[in-house]
């Protein structure tokens, strides 16, 4: 038997949650580059480590997918969804040591709302653009 087509949301329904999407994978996004810009800078403990290069390791990943983040592209949302496992991991590490629980559960709040949020996005822009397209009449 054929199966049924899903029926694709309107685009008044779809249009709102985009921009919702997409405002707050941008404010996660940059919260995070922020935390762990202020966290290297101020709080941590490199025990010796240039501040220079933690940051540049720890930022290299991110800001690859700056440029699509900003433009919208709802690829680099995609890779985004990839990449901040490796932050959120961090995170978790870092709550079960008392002296970094603070930054490690805001970085395991800031990586899961990033994902959670690029997600949507990536998901409601690909069924925006098949609307678009003229698909589901």
């Known amino acids: 038997m054929a199966r049924k087509p899903k029926v694709l949301p309107s685009l008044d329904w779809l249009a709102p949650r985009l921009r919702l999407a997409r405002a707050l ?35 290299v990943p991110l800001l690859l997918l ?24 961090k995170g978790v590490l870092a709550a079960f040591d008392p002296a970094r629980a603070v930054f490690g559960w805001v970085e395991i709040v800031a990586s899961l709302g990033l994902f959670i949020a690029g997600l949507l996005y990536v998901r409601w822009k690909f069924q925006f653009e098949r609307r678009m397209a003229g698909e589901g009449r």
């Open 25 to 59: 994978s941008l404010a996660f996004f940059l919260g995070l580059i922020a935390l762990l810009v202020v966290n290297n800078l101020w709080f941590a403990n490199l025990h010796g480590a240039r501040v220079e290069v933690i940051l540049a390791i720890e930022l």
């Open 66 to 89: 700056l440029p699509g983040m900003l433009l919208g592209s709802a690829r680099a949302h995609a890779w985004v969804c990839f990449v901040v496992n490796i932050y959120f991991i």
